[in-house]
T-cell receptor, first 115, second 116 residues
């Protein structure tokens, strides 16, 4: 596709359940970022993947959060034992090589609601 | 950690008016960016600033990168209804200064409403 796509667009889950959020970056982009946007807030960095390098996990808020990127393309963000404070919009972005001058292109996000 | 203070939080203006919003940081960034987010969409890049003191325009938008590298402003001239949305400033982190990647640190946004 032409842009970054994410699925599902909305996810409602019960507290304590696990959820998986998917991101398809722009074809050919080697860098992929996950951000979280809580209501009325700016985006908060979670994790970064670049090619085969070890990911930068410095933004993950707890060990309940993890992410994978298989085959250098699609990425999955997993939240285990969800809590109400995990409710937010989760946004994925990709850039061509993760360099300083590369534009990060964002997907539409997945709105997660934890009841 | 790094924080960006963005103001104002929201603005209501008449169509045709000019708009100004700004962002300040407690630390230095080498790159400042301005994004716009429409409802249900991800942010879209409007302007990127790479050099302290740089003034850059994109149509009716003008942005400046402060000399101290700790602030930036965005101006919108002659606003139109499609300017409605949330505007975010973002500073780009630098792995050569200790960050793990070029991830972005965002302000909390300025919600712009344009009255026709």
């Amino acid at each position: 596709g032409a842009g970054v796509s994410q699925s599902p667009s909305n996810k409602v889950t019960e507290k304590g359940k696990d959820v998986e959020l998917r991101c398809d970056p722009i074809s050919g982009h080697t860098a992929l970022y996950w951000y979280r946007q809580s209501l009325g807030q700016g985006l908060e960095f979670l994790i970064y993947f670049q090619g085969n390098s070890a990911p930068d996990k410095s933004g993950l808020p707890s060990d309940r959060f993890s992410a994978e990127r298989t085959g250098g393309s699609v990425s999955t963000l997993t939240i285990q034992r969800t809590q109400q404070e995990d409710s937010a919009v989760y946004l994925c972005a990709s850039s061509s090589s993760g360099g300083a001058l590369d534009t990060q292109y964002f997907g539409p996000g997945t709105r997660l609601t934890v009841l | 950690g790094q924080q960006l203070n963005q103001s104002p939080q929201s603005m209501f203006i008449q169509e045709g008016e000019d708009v100004s919003m700004n962002c300040t940081s407690s630390s230095i960034f080498n790159t400042w960016l301005w994004y716009k987010q429409d409802p249900g969409e991800g942010p879209v890049l409007l302007i990127a600033l790479y050099k302290a003191g740089e003034l850059t325009s994109n149509g009716r938008l003008t942005a400046q990168f402060g000399i101290t590298r700790k602030d930036s402003f965005l101006n919108i001239s002659a606003s139109i209804p499609s300017d409605v949305g949330i505007y975010f400033c973002a500073g780009q982190n630098d792995p050569y200064s200790g960050a793990g990647s070029y991830q972005l640190t965002f302000g909390k946004g300025t919600k712009l409403s344009v009255i026709p």
